[in-house]
């Protein structure tokens, strides 16, 4: 039986700026720090399902320049197996990430480059790869055509679909039908169903949302208290886990939908999978950057392994 996951997104390169605060418009502040590093949420979750013991290949396009190079190397050393479309015509695309040096939150806007033009083209020349998956994984920064189009060809061919949507977006009942999990942090729950999320249930209600508009199930992240389970049966709240002083939120997202993804291949079952995904993201938040922040999976089951299996 299969256990490959297919992922399907967007890699750029993270510039991130740390400094007191953001400098309002026409203004120049210093800043703390700066780093260069891999980023993009496709990317970002196939490393951290690569490290944490997954079989990942992920679909992208790419330019072909310093960018490109980087993003090649940082699969290799997660040992993620790239499906690459070369775009000469573009440019790898870049991240401007701002963070907030007193608390580690983070502001972020993407510009995506060849990965924009992911395309439907691009999704079935890789048919076969996406149907034989054991778990398909996609977001919302490549255009929307593709990712429906990959999620329909998964689930025809039996993959467990997960969708994260972000950045949220307007999406069609018909796409939100193919998800057998769908997985927004509580500003993106909010921007997709309408309803707020400042509390457990509120989470609930809007993972009832979605649940009526054709989801399979629904995972709320909700950043410091952890994650909220709804599939119309159960309804779970794992508390989120303990690993260190938090230093940067960035890829906290990224991290549980990659530990998610993984812990779904192996054939855990989706409460397990959460509580796998809520220990990734402890652990990334615990370090710098996004992608180099993703944990192995010794870490995360060492985590799992002390902590209380809590849940409400």
Known sequence: MSQTIVILGVFVADTAYRAERQ???GETILGRSFALGPGGKGSNQSVAAAMAGGDVHFITRLGCDPFADMARATWARAGVTPEVT???ESYTGAAYIFIEDATGNNAIIISPG???RISVSDVEARAELIGNAAVFVTQLEQPMAAAHRALEIARAGGAKTILNP???AAIAPEMLALCDYVTPNESEAEGITGLPVTSIAEA???AGKLLSQ???AAIITLGENGALYHDGQQTVHVPVFSAGPVVETTGAGDA???????????GADPIAAVRFGCATAAISVTRPGTAPSMPTLAEVEALLARAPAALS
């Open 214 to 216: 054709g989801v399979g």
């Open 23 to 25: 400098p309002k418009m």
């Open 256 to 266: 549980f939908n990659g530990g998610f993804a993984a812990a779904l291949a192996r």
């Open 166 to 168: 972000a950045p949220a």
């Open 204 to 206: 609930k209600a809007a």
């Open 86 to 88: 070369e775009d000469a």
């Open 114 to 116: 060849a990965a924009g």
